[in-house]
């Protein structure tokens, strides 16, 4: 009769599958439908193995989402570290936070756990560390530079997010696109009270089929241009 030790051991000698892999199947999985999708069971049925085999490299799912999120950050650090520098860094950080950007509204989940937990996550920490980087070339104090990376990386991950949210049913089945949502939202405004919502009567043309990637250069513009300030610069 094998020992609760020998089946542990053979369990592990099964798992030939390597990190790399886990994390690939990993990131597969999210991608196709989110975090829920993302379970033991499935990624070893995707390995070719057992359950047990999926513990020899992480103890649970929340290290596994972790790592798995920093697996993608690492290939997003590699491109923001291969573009060139210039001469100011407020555009180095509208290169960089557009990557992060692009990111983040191909992979919704990233945005989710991005940062999450920086000891497992040193890629992340290292991105930080690059944006941070930006603000040092700047004129500013150390609360200033904090203040600056957290606004340009909430901006980044809260328009990011809110691009990637499901689309309503009647878009997402195919009734009406995009556009057509808006604009029938945009008829509503239409029909309000134009002195008790006069704000909204003044930009129902700019929302009537506005484009959300606009939105997010437009916020991080405007981030980046009180930076500017800021600095002195």
């Given at each position: 009769m094998?020992t609760?030790?020998s ?13 790399e892999?886990?994390l690939?199947?990993?990131?597969a ?15 070893a049925?995707?390995?070719g193995?057992g ?10 799912k ?8 920093d697996?993608v950050?690492?290939a997003?650090?590699?491109?923001i570290?291969r ?6 860094p ?17 992979r919704?989940?990233l ?8 000891d497992?996550q ?16 700047l ?7 904090f ?9 980044v ?7 990637a ?17 808006l604009?029938?939202?945009?008829q509503t ?36 241009a009180?930076l500017?300030l800021?600095?002195g610069?």
């Open positions: 094998a609760p030790r089946r542990r051991v053979r369990e592990r000698q099964r798992a030939s599958h390597s990190m892999a886990v690939t199947e990993s990131v999985l999210l991608d196709e439908a989110g975090a829920p999708a993302l379970t033991f069971r499935a990624l049925n995707r390995l193995g359950v047990a085999s999926i513990y020899w490299y992480v103890s649970s929340d290290e596994l989402l972790d790592l798995a999120t697996h950050v690492g997003v650090l590699t491109d570290e573009q060139p520098a210039s001469q100011d407020i555009e180095d950080l509208r290169a960089m936070a557009t990557t992060l950007f692009d990111a983040i509204v191909q919704p989940w945005g989710t756990y991005f940062m999450r937990n920086t497992l040193t890629n992340a920490l290292r991105l930080y560390e690059r944006i941070g980087e930006q603000t040092r070339r004129d500013l104090t150390p609360r200033q530079r203040h600056a990376v957290s606004a340009i990386v909430g901006v991950i809260g328009s990011a997010m809110d691009l949210q499901e689309p309503p049913p009647e878009v997402r089945d195919g009734a009406v696109d995009r556009d057509e949502y604009h029938r939202w945009a405004w239409r029909e309000l009270d134009p002195v008790e919502f006069p704000f909204v009567h003044e930009i129902i043309d700019e929302f009537d089929g506005h484009d959300d990637a606009d939105q997010f250069r437009a916020a991080l513009d405007l981030t980046l009180g500017r800021q600095a610069r």
